[in-house]
């Protein structure tokens, strides 16, 4: 298979960069091939709705969401890695979504999906609005869900290194 990473944390050694890291690992021994598009370190123009695109055509920007558009619509999975702010995913990767508007036809094909989120609370109800707009927007694009891990309880960065959530995001990667 071939999988797409999209990670959103501005934090190169942070917990939700380890678990994308592990999951990574996992899914090449499984033998998929893995690209990344670590968002918090390009270059995206958040949409400016003036419509260019149609939904369907050249955005009015040209940056590093070229990356996106060319690898997702025959990606066979797509993994979001964020860490939570204020209880949303990060706008570096909402800016990226946001600019699937544009190539809205061509990703409205069946795919894997992988959710990873981390956070510092430890209630389960923190992530409870990401995943909420996770699933509505895998209904919307006829992915199926492959997997989710909301890792809690981890604030400084590494700290999710001594939890077990790295092993679990190695599995979900070898076993998507
Ligand atoms: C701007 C900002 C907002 C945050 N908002 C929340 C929050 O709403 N709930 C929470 O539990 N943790 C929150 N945190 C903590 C991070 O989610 C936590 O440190 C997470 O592990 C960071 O992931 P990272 O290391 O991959 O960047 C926030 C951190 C920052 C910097």
Redesign the pocket.
Known sequence: MKILVIT????KN??????ADNFVKGAQDAGHTVLRFDSAFKNVHPCIACNKCGMNGECAFKDDFEFVKENIADADAVVF????????I?AQLKTVIDRFYAINEQIHVHKKAALIL????S?QK?AQPIISHYETMLGYLGWEDAGQIA??G???????NNTNYPKMAYELGKNI
């Open positions: 959103g944390s501005p934090r942070g917990n939700s960069n380890i678990l890695a964020s860490p939570v702010y204020y209880f949303g990060s981390t956070y510092a609370d209630a923190t890792a809690s981890v604030w400084a960065a590494g700290s999710v």
